[in-house]
């Protein structure tokens, strides 16, 4: 079992709608981040968190640590928002561990 | 500031040739990573540094070497290069309480 599971792997949307990715982990961590990738292969670091809530324009991103839980959502979406959106914690021997990607599609 | 710069951004080798990916970062970050990824097995940890002077054995290490000898460098070297390294390589570093950020990575491959 992966230490960092994501779902779902892939997500087509409408314009406009609500989005949740979810990210389970099974490990200790000192912190979870949230990760962009586009086409094209740059990766763009949008959250870190360690507890509660972040957000940032439409994107906002919870962590639940009892529960080992973490969901990034995305409000109003765009096509612009298509993307591969990564979950990565951090362990506390410091190295991060990443999930296999949610494949985000919003079609106009 | 310039963030994670990694270089080069395309290379081709022969099988056995050896190279050096570089890898420098301006923002006194303590950690630093190499990842590669291919397609259907998400980002895979190669080596991590935790600090200056210090390197650790990430999940798939075999056919690699890395250094720390400054805090700004961590390069990582292909020591004898196989067709199974063909693939897309990220440095990335963070900080204690920082988001991480990613070098604009490296397509490889070697024929």
Same mark, same amino acid.
């Given at each position: 079992?992966?230490?960092?599971?994501?779902?779902?792997?892939?997500?087509?949307?409408?314009?406009?709608?609500?989005?949740?990715?979810?990210?389970?982990?099974?490990?200790?961590?000192?912190?979870?981040?949230?990760?962009?990738?586009?086409?094209?292969?740059?990766?763009?670091?949008?959250?870190?968190?360690?507890?509660?809530?972040?957000?940032?324009?439409?994107?906002?991103?919870?962590?639940?640590?009892?529960?080992?839980?973490?969901?990034?959502?995305?409000?109003?979406?765009?096509?612009?928002?298509?993307?591969?959106?990564?979950?990565?914690?951090?362990?506390?021997?410091?190295?991060?561990?990443?999930?296999?990607?949610?494949?985000?599609?919003?079609?106009? | 500031?310039?963030?994670?710069?990694?270089?080069?951004?395309?290379?081709?080798?022969?099988?056995?040739?050896?190279?050096?990916?570089?890898?420098?970062?301006?923002?006194?970050?303590?950690?630093?990573?190499?990842?590669?990824?291919?397609?259907?097995?998400?980002?895979?940890?190669? /080596?991590?540094? +935790? $600090?200056? !002077? %210090?390197?650790?054995?990430?999940?798939?290490?075999? #056919?690699?070497?890395?250094?720390?000898?400054?805090?700004?460098?961590?390069?990582?070297?292909?020591?004898?290069?196989?067709?199974?390294?063909?693939?897309? /390589?990220?440095? +990335? $570093?963070? !900080? %204690?309480?920082?988001?991480?950020?990613?070098?604009? #990575?490296?397509?490889?491959?070697?024929?």
């Amino acid at each position: 079992k992966n230490e960092v599971e994501q779902s779902p792997q892939n997500l087509t949307a409408q314009e406009g709608e609500f989005i949740t990715i979810n990210c389970s982990y099974s490990v200790g961590i000192s912190a979870l981040h949230w990760l962009q990738q586009h086409p094209g292969g740059g990766i763009v670091s949008l959250f870190m968190l360690s507890s509660g809530k972040k957000k940032h324009g439409r994107l906002i991103a919870t962590i639940n640590i009892q529960e080992k839980h973490s969901s990034l959502h995305i409000t109003a979406s765009h096509p612009r928002d298509s993307a591969v959106y990564i979950c990565a914690v951090r362990r506390s021997q410091g190295n991060l561990i990443f999930g296999k990607g949610t494949k985000l599609s919003v079609k106009p | 500031n310039a963030g994670v710069t990694q270089t080069p951004k395309f290379q081709v080798l022969k099988t056995g040739q050896s190279m050096t990916l570089q890898c420098a970062q301006d923002m006194n970050h303590n950690s630093m990573y190499w990842y590669r990824q291919d397609p259907g097995m998400g980002l895979r940890l190669i /080596y991590y540094s +935790a $600090s200056e !002077g %210090t390197t650790d054995k990430g999940e798939v290490p075999n #056919g690699y070497n890395v250094s720390r000898s400054t805090t700004e460098d961590f390069p990582l070297r292909l020591l004898s290069a196989a067709p199974s390294q063909t693939s897309v /390589y990220f440095c +990335a $570093s963070s !900080g %204690t309480g920082s988001r991480a950020f990613f070098g604009q #990575g490296t397509r490889l491959t070697v024929v």
